[in-house]
Each structure stands twice: as C-alpha cells, then as structure tokens.
T-cell receptor
C-alpha cells in the first residue's frame, strides 16, 4: 500500500518552454501533497505544499508564478515549471500524505528535468 | 542553523559489520521523526516513524531509536543491498505536516 507515482520519470526541454509533472497517489487518497527539489549530493528541499481544492503554499524563495501547482483531485497534483531555464534542471520529487494515525509522507520515484 | 544534522556524512562497512547512524535535531514540539532510505536516482522509501523519546522500531536489520535530542539508526550485520543514503527528517508541531530533512548518510556495504 501507499504507492505514489510520478510522470514523466525524466524530461529534456528547451529553455523557455514549460514542463508539467504529474504526481498520483495510486491506492489512497491524499488531501495534502508536497513537492521537493533535490540537487546532486544534496538533501530534499521543500518547495511547496499542495492542498486539494485550495491554493498551494510555497516555501520562502520559491517563485509561485514559475512553479505552478494544481491539486485538482484527491489523487492528483501537478507541478508546472513555466519558462524553464537551465538553472531549473534538477530532480523533482513529490510526496503524498496519508491520513489517520501517524500521518506519513510517501514519495514518488522522482522526475529528472534537464533544461537545455 | 541546521535543525537536523546527520552524521557521519558517509560510512563504509564490511558485510556483517554493525554500526549506527546518528540524527540530532533542534526543534520545539517534535511531532514525529522519520527515517527514509534513498537509492540513487529514486525517491525516498519510508522506513520508520518515531513519536516520543524511548520509542524503538525494528525492520529486518534496521532498528531506530529516539531520545529528546537525537535518533539512531542501528544496522546489524549489514549486507551489500543495504547500501543507500539514509535520510532523517523531523516534523515540527507548529509547521503542519511538512518535513525538514537532514543531509543524509551515504552508506556503502562491501562484500
């Protein structure tokens, strides 16, 4: 149980284009999902908290107009990187929060983004 | 100042050589402390949650313990397949369910 998927697993795009990443909880409903970014040899940095049916909450320093988050259902959250630039190249990982006793974040497999 | 500090940064063990990884934290109102395993190029895999000092959890060769200031992940008789980066994260009561991660310990177990 508690399986989270991400699509695509990797993407290469040209500078200036937009890229959408999907995060799905496959066997449970998640009111809250999180988006992280991880640079090589570094730990996960929280970008934003996504709540179903409401606006996402962004961490300090994360541009909300650049990283658009939509949590349209209890099993799907999307992250769109708008007008991507080479410095946006990174490993993006989502997680979904289980409810009930012991809320736990289960992570997706990650999406590798390379902006040329 | 880091709220979550993991040590050592890297650890090399021979197969069967037991050891411990450390995670020290400085947060007020700990809601939970989490251990994850991350393999290269993959998302973190959940291992344990600890909620209060004195609590212990075990899974196969891994055992996690918690005090008021730190957590240990004990690895007993490790195997090469235990090689991975082990991440510690804290959930602070005032910060909702967001996780604050340490930088991880990269473990290599050689045959």
């Amino acid at each position: 149980g508690a399986v989270v998927s991400q699509h695509p697993s990797w993407v290469i795009c040209k500078s200036g284009t937009s890229v959408k990443i999907e995060c799905r909880s496959l066997d449970f409903q998640a009111t809250t999902m999180f988006w992280y970014r991880q640079f090589p040899k570094q730990s996960l940095m929280l970008m934003a908290t996504s709540n179903e049916g409401s606006k996402a909450t962004y961490e300090q320093g994360v541009e909300k107009d650049k990283f658009l988050i939509n949590h349209a259902s209890l099993t799907l959250s999307t992250l769109t990187v708008t007008s991507a630039h080479p410095e946006d190249s990174s490993f993006y990982i989502c997680s979904a929060l289980t409810s009930g006793r012991g809320e736990t974040q289960y992570f997706g497999p990650g999406t590798r983004l390379l902006v040329l | 100042e880091d709220q979550v500090t993991q040590s050592p940064e890297a650890l090399r063990l021979q197969e069967g050589e037991s050891s411990s990884l450390n995670c020290s934290y400085t947060v007020s109102g700990l809601r939970g402390l989490f251990w994850y395993r991350q393999d290269p190029g993959k998302g973190p895999e959940f291992l344990f949650t600890l909620y209060s000092a004195g609590e212990e959890k075990e899974k196969e060769r891994l055992k996690a313990t918690l005090t008021k200031k730190e957590s240990f992940l004990h690895i007993t008789a490790p195997k090469p397949e235990d090689s991975a980066t082990y991440l510690c994260a804290v959930q602070e009561g005032s910060e909702g369910y967001a996780l604050n991660f340490g930088k991880g310990t990269s473990l290599l177990v050689t045959p």
